[in-house]
């Protein structure tokens, strides 16, 4: 239940501090004194969007903070989410700042919107006059026929396994897409790849084979070369003859001998020069078929640099890898394909079954489901009124494949859809009846309605009021009305009143005694001029 609501700089509310009791809470007002502002700020907990333009004028933001009873399915949401919930409460706080920009807490613990919006929705249920008009969307009608049927769990596996299928479905889609797109281009993809792979390409051949051929292309030049080198380098009997008179001298020069020694030393090194020349003329191709075939290797591994528009080996190796990457892929693609398909079938059997299930849970359901909201709208005055619940095929979604259609006659004649035949205040009863269905099958503990008894009066308001009573003998109820027979019923009775402040109009909230709740459902029953008759009447209606 809530306990407690502050609200700061909201609209016409500078500060609020309230504290509210167990049971039916009725909150009355003149018209303009700010009920709806109540009810704004709290919209503001169940992730409403955020509007600075409702910030209290010279205020930087607003602040609404509520503290709610918790309970063990709460605390295993927060458990998920690891938000502490000591003293078994949960404290709710939105924070709207004039940029428009808003934050959101649990138990001061930063949080989503989505997830204050998942956790609202298990403490609160907010009726505003506008949501009559939910009576005519079909999966409002089929989520209270799934919580009269108890089928909820059902109901969510049945979500999950459509998520599921339609995320696998998507896949097989997007898999498939590829897999053609590949097999448009694999007659291509395979050419290149042989080619490539043909070329036997190997890092660093192009530059080996640019030396060769320059080397053979010149290799007239170059042997006349050897033969100039080598004929000015044949030195070999000089320098023996040189190292012999050294060696003499050295008899009676002891530094001639070093001398001797080095002369040894660079005949060897010419010698070893000769070998090395005598070596690579004899080794150097003259081969025109040589020349040949290295020329044509080139122009091979050149025009597929060209083609591909890179300047590497390495990079041409790359290509090549790119291309063995794509009809490998296609090969993997055809394998996923089939376990794709194999899986979506799966999941689509499982979701078929759940839907079915689901199906029997609501047709079973539906025509008690009827008669009992048939009743509870007949004990309101209308009499006569019949209610009929229309399960029919539709097409398959994430809530099976059932279409659901409420119908609606106010009298003995046929029933017609329910948004199309409904007064005002038939919807209204309608409604209250419902809500007070899924207050018990949900388990809400709190509810709020906003003035569901518009366009009833008399006896079907005390009636309504009647129901509402009953209602929070099992849970917290917030009633805001304008009928005198719903607001006598309360445990507890607050008024919402506007005045001036320091030249501003404000509204503030207040728990009536019992003195001041007999005057205020006087004025409710006679309007701003209260008489004794009134005073007699609110009296009388309170002792009831």
Same mark, same amino acid.
């Given at each position: 239940?809530?306990?407690?609501?502050?609200?700061?700089?909201?609209?016409?509310?500078?500060?609020? !501090?309230?504290?509210?009791?167990?049971?039916? +809470?009725?909150?009355?007002?003149?018209?303009?004194?700010?009920?709806?502002?109540?009810?704004? $700020?709290?919209?503001?907990? =169940?992730? $409403?969007?955020?509007?600075?333009?409702? *910030?209290?004028?010279?205020?930087?933001?607003?602040?609404?903070?509520?503290?709610?009873?918790? &309970?063990?399915?709460?605390?295993?949401?927060?458990?998920?989410?690891? +938000?502490?919930?000591?003293?078994?409460? *949960?404290?709710?706080?939105?924070?709207?700042?004039?940029?428009?920009?808003?934050?959101?807490?649990?138990?001061?613990?930063?949080?989503?919107?989505?997830?204050?919006?998942? @956790?609202?929705?298990?403490?609160?249920?907010?009726?505003?006059?506008?949501?009559?008009?939910?009576?005519?969307?079909?999966?409002?009608?089929?989520?209270?026929?799934?919580?009269?049927?108890?089928?909820?769990? +059902?109901?969510?596996?049945?979500?999950?396994?459509?998520?599921?299928?339609?995320?696998?479905? #998507?896949?097989?889609?997007? $898999?498939?897409?590829?897999?053609?797109?590949?097999?448009?281009?694999?007659?291509?993809?395979?050419?290149?790849?042989?080619?490539?792979?043909?070329?036997?390409?190997?890092?660093?051949?192009?530059?080996?084979?640019?030396?060769?051929? #320059?080397?053979?292309?010149? $290799?007239?030049?170059?042997?006349?070369?050897?033969?100039?080198?080598?004929?000015?380098?044949?030195?070999?009997?000089?320098?023996?003859?040189?190292?012999?008179?050294?060696?003499?001298?050295? %008899?009676?020069?002891?530094?001639?001998?070093?001398?001797?020694?080095?002369?040894?030393?660079?005949?060897?090194?010419?010698?070893?020069?000769?070998?090395?020349?005598?070596?690579?003329?004899?080794?150097?191709?003259?081969? #025109?078929?040589?020349?040949?075939?290295?020329?044509?290797?080139?122009?091979?591994?050149?025009?597929?640099?060209?083609?591909?528009?890179?300047?590497?080996?390495?990079?041409?190796?790359?290509?090549?890898?790119?291309? =063995?990457?794509?009809?490998?892929?296609?090969?993997?693609?055809?394998?996923?394909?089939?376990? @794709?398909?194999?899986?979506?079938?799966?999941?689509?059997?499982?979701?078929?079954?759940?839907?079915?299930?689901?199906?029997?849970?609501?047709?079973?359901?539906?025509?008690?489901?009827?008669? =009992?909201?048939?009743?509870?709208?007949?004990?309101?005055?209308?009499? #006569?009124?019949?209610?009929?619940?229309? +399960?029919?095929?539709?097409?398959?979604?994430?809530?099976?494949?059932?279409?659901?259609?409420?119908?609606?006659? &106010?009298? &003995?004649?046929?029933?017609?859809?329910?948004?199309?035949?409904?007064?005002?205040?038939?919807?209204? %009863?309608?409604?209250?009846?419902?809500?007070?269905?899924?207050? %018990?099958? %949900?388990?809400?503990? /709190?509810?709020?309605?906003?003035?569901?008894?518009?366009?009833?009066?008399?006896?079907?308001?005390?009636?309504?009021?009647?129901?509402?009573?009953?209602?929070?003998?099992?849970?917290?109820?917030?009633?805001? =009305?304008?009928?005198?027979?719903?607001?006598?019923?309360?445990?507890?009775?607050?008024?919402?009143?506007?005045?001036?402040?320091?030249?501003?109009?404000?509204?503030?909230?207040?728990?009536?005694?019992? !003195?001041?709740?007999?005057?205020?459902?006087?004025?409710?029953?006679?309007?701003?001029?209260? /008489?004794?008759? &009134?005073?007699?009447?609110?009296?009388?209606?309170?002792?009831?």
């Amino acid at each position: 239940m809530l306990r407690s609501l502050h609200v700061e700089n909201y609209v016409l509310i500078d500060s609020l !501090e309230v504290q509210f009791p167990q049971g039916l +809470i009725i909150i009355t007002g003149q018209t303009g004194a700010g009920k709806s502002i109540l009810l704004g $700020a709290l919209s503001l907990l =169940t992730g $409403a969007k955020a509007d600075a333009s409702v *910030i209290s004028g010279g205020a930087d933001s607003l602040i609404v903070e509520a503290v709610f009873d918790s &309970s063990p399915e709460l605390e295993d949401i927060l458990e998920k989410e690891d +938000i502490p919930c000591p003293d078994r409460e *949960i404290i709710i706080r939105r924070v709207v700042f004039a940029s428009g920009r808003s934050r959101s807490f649990i138990n001061d613990c930063p949080v989503s919107v989505g997830l204050l919006g998942e @956790l609202s929705s298990l403490l609160i249920d907010i009726h505003s006059q506008h949501q009559n008009l939910l009576l005519a969307r079909s999966d409002f009608q089929l989520g209270l026929l799934d919580s009269f049927a108890r089928c909820e769990d +059902i109901a969510s596996s049945c979500r999950r396994a459509w998520a599921e299928y339609r995320s696998l479905e #998507k896949e097989l889609e997007q $898999a498939k897409a590829q897999l053609q797109d590949l097999q448009a281009k694999r007659d291509y993809n395979q050419a290149q790849y042989e080619q490539l792979s043909a070329a036997k390409i190997k890092v660093g051949e192009i530059e080996e084979l640019e030396l060769e051929q #320059k080397s053979l292309a010149n $290799a007239e030049q170059i042997k006349e070369q050897y033969a100039i080198a080598g004929g000015l380098l044949n030195l070999h009997q000089q320098l023996r003859d040189a190292q012999r008179a050294l060696e003499k001298a050295g %008899r009676f020069v002891p530094a001639m001998q070093e001398l001797e020694s080095r002369v040894e030393s660079a005949r060897i090194e010419i010698d070893d020069i000769l070998g090395e020349i005598e070596n690579a003329d004899a080794s150097l191709d003259v081969s #025109k078929e040589r020349l040949d075939a290295l020329e044509e290797r080139l122009g091979l591994l050149y025009s597929l640099e060209r083609k591909h528009n890179v300047h590497s080996e390495e990079e041409l190796l790359e290509i090549l890898q790119q291309y =063995t990457d794509a009809l490998a892929r296609g090969d993997n693609l055809e394998f996923s394909i089939d376990e @794709l398909e194999k899986r979506c079938l799966q999941a689509k059997d499982t979701y078929g079954k759940l839907a079915e299930e689901l199906h029997k849970a609501r047709a079973a359901a539906a025509p008690e489901l009827a008669r =009992t909201l048939e009743a509870r709208i007949r004990n309101l005055e209308l009499d #006569k009124a019949r209610f009929e619940v229309e +399960i029919s095929k539709g097409e398959s979604s994430e809530n099976g494949y059932d279409k659901v259609c409420y119908k609606f006659s &106010s009298n &003995s004649g046929s029933c017609v859809e329910l948004a199309k035949c409904a007064s005002g205040g038939e919807m209204s %009863r309608i409604m209250l009846c419902i809500k007070e269905l899924m207050a %018990r099958y %949900r388990n809400m503990p /709190t509810m709020i309605f906003d003035e569901i008894d518009t366009g009833v009066s008399g006896s079907v308001a005390h009636k309504m009021g009647k129901m509402i009573c009953d209602m929070g003998a099992y849970m917290q109820v917030f009633a805001i =009305t304008h009928l005198p027979q719903v607001a006598a019923r309360g445990q507890a009775h607050f008024l919402v009143s506007k005045f001036e402040r320091n030249g501003r109009t404000v509204s503030s909230i207040s728990r009536l005694d019992s !003195e001041a709740r007999i005057q205020e459902i006087a004025r409710m029953l006679s309007g701003e001029s209260i /008489t004794a008759e &009134s005073l007699a009447n609110a009296k009388s209606l309170l002792e009831q």
